[in-house]
């Protein structure tokens, strides 16, 4: 993957099929501890121990049924090579949450990539899922709450491409401005 | 300034078109988005094909996503689904290739041969 943006769209391919109907993804970034957090929570169908420890196995991952895991594994690996690590923590019919933690200015660090066309691509693909996306530097804090766009545009489709286009636009002014024009 | 007072203004402007499509049928444009589509490129053409949808205003057309579509090498791969069509894949997509397709398929109902699994499949 070649930034950050993708791994994520990644994640929640994971929590979408896994039924979940509200996903919160909070992303901090921290510079004075050089530190970035990126958090997915989801309201699926959860995993138990087993699943848990085959998910995160590079090895029993890749190397039975071609098939299993390859997106946790991948992230995972992102992590590890910043000096940080992915976890997660899941209880089966109440929902997961996998946080990955890395340094924030680590060389190898992907860059963040187009976060609002990350967004914007699971909201359009999946109008019937809540996504709450908030991401904190030391400058301010961005969020987005699908339900709150849903009670200013009623009965017009969230998928709806000019609330589409809106939404990122508004993503992207957002962060800008948490950054500094910078990501 | 992106704000909130836009969005109560594209709802008025947008319901009443929605309200009359509801009946039609439509055409399903399908991105296959597993780990191997996401990172050969499947966001770009999803997003090319919305912002072509958007620009022609093909107010028949859906775009969405699925899992897994089956040969990864392929990747990206799109369906699309037009009533009283069987379903045709495109393989390899790039935006650049998306342009064509809605072009000559979504508009004109011409199937872009040299983009379809069984032509790639041919050369190969
Ligand atoms: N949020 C989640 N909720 C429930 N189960 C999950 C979740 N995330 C991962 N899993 C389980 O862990 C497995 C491995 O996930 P991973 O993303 O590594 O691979 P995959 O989604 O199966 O395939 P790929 O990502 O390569 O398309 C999944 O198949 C699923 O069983
Ligand atoms: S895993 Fe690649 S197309 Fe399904
Ligand atoms: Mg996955």
């Known amino acids: 993957m070649q930034d950050l943006s993708l791994h994520l769209l990644d994640l929640v391919q994971n929590s979408i099929a896994a039924e979940a109907n509200l996903i919160e993804i909070s992303i901090e970034e921290d510079e004075k501890k050089d530190w970035l957090s990126i958090v997915v929570d989801d309201n699926g169908k959860g995993m138990d121990e087993e699943t848990i420890e085959k998910a995160v196995d590079p090895f029993y991952t890749t190397r039975t049924t071609r098939k299993v895991g390859l997106g946790l594994p991948l992230f995972r690996a992102t992590a590890q090579r910043c000096g940080g690590d992915l976890r997660i923590q899941s209880i089966v019919g109440r929902g997961t949450r996998i946080q990955i933690e890395l340094q924030l200015k680590h060389i190898d660090r992907p860059p963040f990539g187009r976060m609002e066309d990350t967004i914007v691509s699971l909201i359009l693909c999946n109008a019937e899922i809540d996504f709450v996306y908030s991401h904190k530097t030391n400058y301010g804090e961005f969020i987005l709450d699908t339900r709150e766009v849903r009670k200013i545009i009623g009965e017009l489709p969230i998928n709806n491409t000019e609330v589409i286009a809106w939404i990122q636009s508004y993503i992207r002014e957002g962060l800008n401005e948490i950054n500094g024009g910078v990501l | ?124």
């Open chain 2, 1 to 124: 300034m992106k704000t909130l007072k836009e969005l109560e203004e594209i709802r008025q402007r947008t319901l009443e078109e929605v309200n009359l499509r509801k009946d039609r049928k439509g055409t399903r444009v399908v991105v296959g988005m597993a780990t191997c589509g996401i990172s050969a490129g499947a966001r770009p053409v999803l997003l090319a094909f919305v912002e072509e949808v958007k620009k022609r205003n093909l107010q028949h057309v859906t775009v969405t996503q699925t899992g897994c579509i089956g040969v990864c090498r392929l990747e990206p791969i799109v369906e699309v689904y037009m009533p009283g069509q069987e379903k045709v894949t495109y393989v390899n997509m790039t935006p650049e290739k998306v342009q064509r397709v809605v072009a000559e398929h979504l508009v004109n109902g011409q199937i872009v041969k040299e983009f379809t699994i069984g032509a790639v499949e041919k050369k190969d």
